[in-house]
């Protein structure tokens, strides 16, 4: 034991193990559709509301658009921790592609919607069948270990970041075909009824694309489940998929073993700490993406910014290609180089003044209007530079959702139980998105309604519950689970 103490406080950073590079990125082009379905609906859904006549008046709009965003949530809620327990027992793969399969046909339903029954269906189908958010980081924890995850953590954020950059141009571009495009599309009589069929039917086609791609090369990672890799006697084994050099000559299938409850994973404090920090980080992340979209579509005089679905799109695939930088480049220095946790309350504070920045930005644009109500070009170009700011900050601050990727597997006691753990952690953020899209859009729409504030109470609380997250961030405990999962990996090593 006095040895397992001294490798438990090694003097000596541990050498890093090389990713499975190949397999990492055959994983990041199957997940890539998902965003896309997921994100392709945010320029347009304000205004596809308002065209299905949800409500005569304006100022309400954003309440039904909030619905309609967190219906997916809501309907993933209750069924991501039993995919991510199934995806223990029956292997990653299977549970994945159902849930790429439901993205599709989600998307493909919502383009055919023609009430709001029909859109609040059709988006709640895709959260039903999603239970992709537990498997993939569950496969990134098991293709990785604890000397390389900072590295592979990211991909899910970098490819959300990408398929965020594809879904607004998509949704934006090719939303309304017959008015933006009246010489290619004009004389379709289909399209003129279904004016969002042709970007949800390209996200479609994205989606069943993806899961071509990974049924023929993306492997199985479930350790009960995976082939077995035989190494040749005398040959020293490489490491990959997060096993260390020389941990194991032959890698065979395994009988699973007993499953944990989801009493048993909550029963524990450090575990316990970290769902509660994911769900915040959840909520203040679509709670932004959500009242962005709402804030720059409301007129000026209404509290936003009166951009159109077009601009709105283009505003938010510039927000994720910046994300992709830091995600890729600047999040594995800083999780390296800093403390998890004390990174994670610096980066959760972020969305403090990101909150801020958005009444800010509606004053500036109040004093810059023209007598026909548009902005001046002085104007434009403020408002211009008040966006770039608050989305800047909103991405940094979605840093945390890759800590807290790090942060479940530290705290996950039986590595090949994963699923089930992120399970529960996908279930605190399903609850954070089914409950953030409609509190902040009915909020900001009563807010302006009632005129509290000016309009400005919905930032105030927004601002408040951003310094909650991070008080909430700042007291995660990472200590004791890590430790015994160490400590049993070092006794079967010896």
């Given at each position: 034991m006095a040895a397992t103490h001294v490798e438990l406080t090694p003097l000596v950073r541990p050498q890093r193990t090389p990713l499975p590079k190949f397999q990492l990125m055959i994983l990041c082009l199957t997940l890539l559709s998902e965003p896309v379905a997921y994100?392709?609906?945010?320029?347009?859904?304000?205004?596809?509301?308002?065209?299905?006549?949800?409500?005569?008046?304006?100022?309400?709009?954003?309440?039904?658009?909030?619905?309609?965003?967190?219906?997916?949530?809501?309907?993933?809620?209750?069924?991501?921790?039993?995919?991510?327990?199934?995806?223990?027992r029956i292997g990653r793969r299977p549970v994945m592609f159902v849930g790429l399969f439901g993205a599709a046909l989600s998307s493909l339903c919502i383009g055919l919607s023609t009430s709001l029954w029909s859109a609040l269906l059709a988006r709640s189908l895709g959260g039903f069948l999603s239970g992709n958010g537990a498997v993939i980081q569950s496969m990134i924890g098991e293709l990785t270990d604890d000397t390389n995850i900072g590295q592979a953590a990211p991909l899910t954020g970098a490819c959300w970041a990408i398929g965020a950059i594809i879904g607004p141009l998509i949704g934006g571009t090719?939303?309304?075909?017959?008015?933006?495009?009246?010489?290619?599309?004009?004389?379709?009589?289909?399209?003129?009824?279904?004016?969002?069929?042709?970007?949800?039917?390209?996200?479609?086609?994205?989606?069943?694309?993806?899961?071509?791609?990974?049924?023929?090369?993306?492997?199985?990672?479930?350790?009960?489940?995976?082939?077995?890799?035989r190494i040749p006697v005398g040959q020293t084994p490489s490491?990959?998929?997060?096993?260390?050099?020389?941990?194991?000559?032959?890698?065979?299938?395994?009988?699973?073993?007993?499953?944990?409850?989801?009493?048993?994973?909550?029963?524990?404090?450090?575990?316990?700490?970290?769902?509660?920090?994911?769900?915040?980080?959840?909520?203040?992340?679509?709670?932004?993406?959500?009242?962005?979209?709402?804030?720059?579509?409301?007129?000026?005089?209404?509290?936003?910014?009166?951009?159109?679905?077009?601009?709105?799109?283009?505003?938010?695939?510039?927000?994720?290609?910046?994300?992709?930088?830091?995600?890729?480049?600047?999040?594995?220095?800083?999780?390296?180089?800093?403390?998890?946790?004390?990174?994670?309350?610096?980066?959760?504070?972020?969305?403090?003044?990101?909150?801020?920045?958005?009444?800010?930005?509606?004053?500036?644009?109040?004093g810059n209007v023209l007598e026909d109500g548009t902005l001046s070009p002085e104007g434009e170009a403020r408002v211009s530079i008040g966006i770039v700011i608050m989305i800047v900050l909103a991405r940094i601050a979605t840093l945390s959702f890759s800590l807290n990727v790090v942060l479940v597997k530290s705290a996950t006691p039986d590595k090949e139980k994963l699923g089930s753990m992120y399970g529960i952690s996908q279930s605190f953020s399903c609850a954070a998105r089914a409950i953030g899209p409609a509190f902040v859009s009915s909020f900001f729409a009563w807010s302006v309604k009632e005129d509290i504030l000016g309009g400005?109470?919905?930032?105030?609380?927004?601002?408040?519950?951003?310094?909650?997250?991070?008080?909430?961030?700042?007291?995660?405990?990472?200590?004791?689970?890590?430790?015994?999962?160490?400590e049993e990996s070092i006794d079967e090593a010896t």
């Open positions: 994100t392709q609906i945010f320029p347009y859904v304000n205004q596809m509301m308002e065209e299905l006549h949800v409500t005569d008046d304006p100022s309400q709009i954003g309440f039904y658009s909030g619905l309609v965003d967190s219906s997916f949530a809501i309907a993933q809620l209750f069924m991501v921790y039993r995919w991510g327990k199934l995806s223990d090719f939303s309304n075909p017959v008015t933006r495009f009246p010489n290619v599309f004009g004389d379709i009589a289909f399209l003129k009824k279904h004016p969002y069929f042709l970007p949800c039917f390209i996200s479609t086609s994205m989606t069943l694309t993806s899961i071509t791609i990974g049924y023929f090369f993306l492997e199985e990672t479930l350790p009960s489940k995976a082939k077995k890799r490491p990959s998929y997060g096993s260390t050099a020389g941990a194991n000559v032959e890698r065979t299938a395994t009988p699973p073993k007993p499953g944990f409850s989801a009493r048993e994973i909550f029963s524990q404090p450090a575990a316990r700490s970290i769902f509660f920090s994911g769900f915040m980080v959840s909520f203040l992340g679509i709670s932004f993406d959500v009242v962005f979209a709402l804030f720059a579509y409301t007129q000026i005089d209404l509290g936003g910014i009166q951009r159109t679905p077009a601009q709105i799109g283009y505003w938010l695939s510039a927000s994720a290609a910046f994300i992709i930088g830091m995600q890729l480049f600047v999040f594995p220095v800083l999780q390296r180089r800093f403390h998890n946790v004390r990174l994670y309350t610096v980066i959760m504070s972020t969305w403090i003044i990101a909150f801020a920045m958005l009444p800010l930005t509606n004053l500036i644009a109040r400005y109470l919905v930032w105030v609380v927004m601002m408040g519950l951003a310094t909650i997250g991070a008080l909430v961030a700042s007291n995660v405990q990472i200590g004791s689970e890590v430790g015994k999962v160490r």
